[in-house]
């Protein structure tokens, strides 16, 4: 099986187009020597300081600043005890990125079953602390880079997906009036919210 890793250059765009744009990759990471491949099934975009819902909202910290950083990065956050997978997306000055929300597992399912403790492949990664357990996603996943080949989790590129729809994101209590999560239609494996 061949593939073809996604440029750092890919990123270097609106986080909305970005995360339309994720839905079909595959993301890839080795742990424990288990190759884990998932198909992006759905995203969410994020901005920076005029973003209510944004980690980017209360300004430059400590714990946000690789929003600030340049694109193609990894960016691990802890929301309810769960870690949260991102990768930063932005044009230059600005800031931004993307939250993967599910996948749908292709390979490596059993070490995924194990994490989670369950056998039901449908509620493996069909959210997004679901997924960072089943992948194994902490906060040491910081500021690497997924077009990188000596990355822990990489993005490889696939055919661009064209049944997908978009609604407002999942989970915020102040949203923007644009609709930023986008999902592939009719796929199992999106979360049920």
Known sequence: MEYNIIPREFYNRSPDVV???????KLFRVVDESKLVGIIVETEAYFGETD??????????????????NP??????????????????HEVDCVGGVLFRSIEPTKGIDYMKKN???????????????????????????????????????????????NYSRSYRIG???????????????NKFVSKK
């Open 19 to 25: 995360a339309c744009e994720l839905l079909g990759k």
């Open 52 to 69: 209510p819902a944004s980690r980017a909202f209360k300004g430059l910290k400590k714990f946000n600043s690789l929003m600030w950083d």
């Open 72 to 89: 193609g990065q990894i960016f691990v956050y802890n929301v309810h005890k769960y870690w949260m997978l991102n990768v930063i997306a």
């Open 116 to 162: 989670r403790s369950t056998s039901n492949i449908f509620e493996l990664t069909n959210g997004p602390g679901k997924l960072s357990i089943s992948f194994k996603i902490s906060r040491d996943l910081n500021g690497f880079y997924v077009s990188n080949w000596d990355s822990p989790l990489m993005i490889f590129d696939a055919p661009v997906i064209t």
């Open 172 to 186: 915020v209590s102040k949203d923007l009036p644009e609709k930023l999560r986008f999902f592939i239609k009719d």
